[in-house]
């Protein structure tokens, strides 16, 4: 049986970058690792070569728990890199390639724990749906949702999932923290449209669209969003105090944020909402004009906080600037305290004494949008022992991603104890 580094250095080999060529190579892999385990995948495309895989493992309750991750990755530019970006080569220790971290690497940990499991003979204590999907790079329109809609039967009796990015180990003095994802923030990708009048560029302008729109984009990102506690975020903000010995003080939490360093990341993303202009695309010659200017906005929102933020951006833009969403996705929680985020500190807490499991609300968004249309509860849990010199957000659409291969195995342990039931 293939070791969980062999495994997450074949996934990386696929180049799967989005946009590109599509998943279906590491799809087709995927699935055969499955089917020669003894299970029977299903593989679809939302479009050709857009492919994604979902299995089902009977267990002892029929109370089903998801498991999903994503194939595809962005794009790397091997001039930037150490090595090749798809070489997944396993260099001091780690595997290194794009997705190493977001997120082969964890796929790498689900295949190797349900592939070990089955060469066991080791029943999951529920059901298991697995999904390997595609397109949660962009919008999952490919992907996430293809699946939620056109084949919602395969997630049948599933109340609760995991998947990327939480579980993740943050040094602190003598603890490990383990940050477990409990919501996430919605996202808001906006195009913006100005519309003025054409004319000469040596004349005085009448309407400029292009000065229109810069002013609202300015307004946008020099605006001071307003700190917003979420209790999810309030909860994590108390643990913290009390791992570190010293409370946080909730009135000056940007100072807070660059005390704590690493752990400080945890939070500084997420007591806000956020506006970041990202693109812009006006005129066509130096001295004509245009009669249109546009330009895109990535917003995200925390729970409960939609409305006051898109009225926030409308003041922002002004009337003559007017918005679409490119995607609108709410932004999803799970329950926090609950049964099932024991169950997952539980698992972290028995393969590492020194675990410190806290909950946690993701700033970007995941796949799990889409689960959360249909009932399904999603938890960030991909755990990952790091090393106290990695900085595991850089990783994220970094050069040189890279996972450590003693990490893996830790997640691999950890998912096993988490799926079995097992307590030895």
Request: aromatic share 6%; hydrophobic share 40%.
């Amino acid at each position: 049986m293939k070791s969980v580094a062999e495994i997450c250095s074949d996934l990386i080999r696929f180049d799967t970058t989005n946009p590109g060529s599509g998943e279906r190579p590491a799809a087709e892999f995927t699935a055969t690792l499955l089917a020669d385990a003894g299970l029977e995948p299903v593989v679809f495309e939302a479009a050709p070569k857009r492919t994604t895989v979902v299995a089902r493992i009977a267990g002892d309750s029929p109370d089903a728990l998801l498991v999903h991750g994503h194939l595809d990755v962005v794009p790397a530019d091997p001039a930037e890199w150490r090595m090749h970006p798809f070489s997944g080569e396993i260099v001091d220790g780690c595997v290194y390639g794009r997705g190493a971290v977001d997120m082969k690497g964890s796929c790498a940990m689900t295949l190797a724990a349900v592939l070990g499991m089955a060469a066991r003979g080791e029943r999951p204590r529920r059901d298991l749906v697995l999904a390997f999907l595609a397109d949660e790079e962009a919008t999952g329109d490919h992907g996430s949702r293809h699946a939620v809609t056109e084949h919602r039967e395969l997630f049948d009796g599933v109340s609760e999932a995991i998947s990327e990015s939480g579980g993740f180990s943050v040094a602190s003095g003598g603890h490990r923290v383990y940050p477990i994802a409990v919501g996430e923030r919605g996202t808001a990708w906006m195009k913006l449209t100005a519309h003025g009048v054409a004319g000469h560029g040596s004349r005085p302008p009448v309407d400029n669209p292009v000065a229109t729109l810069v002013h609202a984009l300015s307004r946008v990102a020099s605006h001071r969003w307003p700190v917003r506690l979420t209790p999810s975020v309030a909860a994590l903000l108390k643990e913290l105090g009390e791992v570190t010995g010293r409370p946080v003080d909730l009135d000056r939490l940007d100072e807070e944020a660059a005390r704590l360093g690493p752990l400080g990341s945890l939070f500084k993303s997420q007591i806000r909402n956020s506006a970041n202009p990202t693109m812009l695309d006006a005129g066509y010659k130096v001295n004509v004009v245009p009669s249109t200017a546009e330009a895109h906005v990535d917003g995200r929102y925390l729970p409960g906080l939609r409305e006051e933020f898109l009225e926030t951006i409308d003041e922002l833009l002004g009337a003559k600037v007017t918005r679409e969403f490119v995607n609108l996705e709410d932004a999803p929680d799970a329950p926090y305290p609950s049964a099932f985020f024991d169950e997952l500190a539980g698992a972290l807490t028995a393969e590492d004494p020194l675990a410190r499991p806290v909950p946690y609300v993701m700033a970007g968004g995941t796949d799990a949008k889409s689960f959360a249309r249909i009932g399904i509860k999603g938890y960030g849990f991909a755990p990952l022992m790091l090393r106290p010199d990695l900085d595991y957000f850089g990783m994220f659409h970094g050069k040189d991603e890279r996972v450590p291969v003693e990490g893996l195995e830790f997640g691999v342990r950890v998912l096993t104890r988490l799926l079995t039931g097992r307590t030895d």
